[in-house]
């Protein structure tokens, strides 16, 4: 059993930067694939970005590619979503992902854990 719990969201202008992490509990987080989706009101939630287990593939939406970049430190159990050039489009509750067994997240398919969420939102 894996909790993942968010950090890092907040209010920003258009054009600047946050950083959300997404701290895992739990034994063997170096094997579970980790992603990052979002749901803005109204809408439903989709994808944003994904790293294997040892962190040797990454994939990004099209619309945030070139501005964010996802991370992970396995010796402290951390995924991180660095969030550049924000957008007010960019306005949503982000939520953490994990699958074990070496499982890749993906842009579709089941997700065994999901965190709370955190709220990012972006002021034009």
């Known amino acids: 059993q894996v909790q993942l719990v968010e950090s890092g969201g907040g209010l920003v202008q258009a054009g600047g930067s946050l950083r959300l992490s997404c701290a895992a509990s739990g034994r063997s987080f170096s094997s579970y694939g980790v992603g990052w989706f979002r749901q803005a009101p109204g809408k439903e939630r989709e994808f944003v970005a994904s790293?294997?287990?040892?962190?040797?593939?990454?994939a990004y939406a099209d619309s945030v590619k070139g501005r964010f970049t996802i991370s992970r430190d396995n010796a402290k159990n951390t995924v991180y979503l660095q969030m550049n050039s924000l957008k007010p489009e960019d306005t949503a509750v982000y939520y953490c992902?994990?699958?074990?067994?070496?499982?890749?997240?993906?842009?579709?398919?089941?997700?065994?854990?999901w965190g709370q969420g955190t709220q990012v939102t972006v002021s034009s």
């Open positions: 790293i294997t287990w040892n962190g040797g593939s990454t």
């Open positions: 992902a994990a699958n074990g067994g070496f499982r890749a997240v993906g842009s579709s398919g089941v997700i065994q854990y």
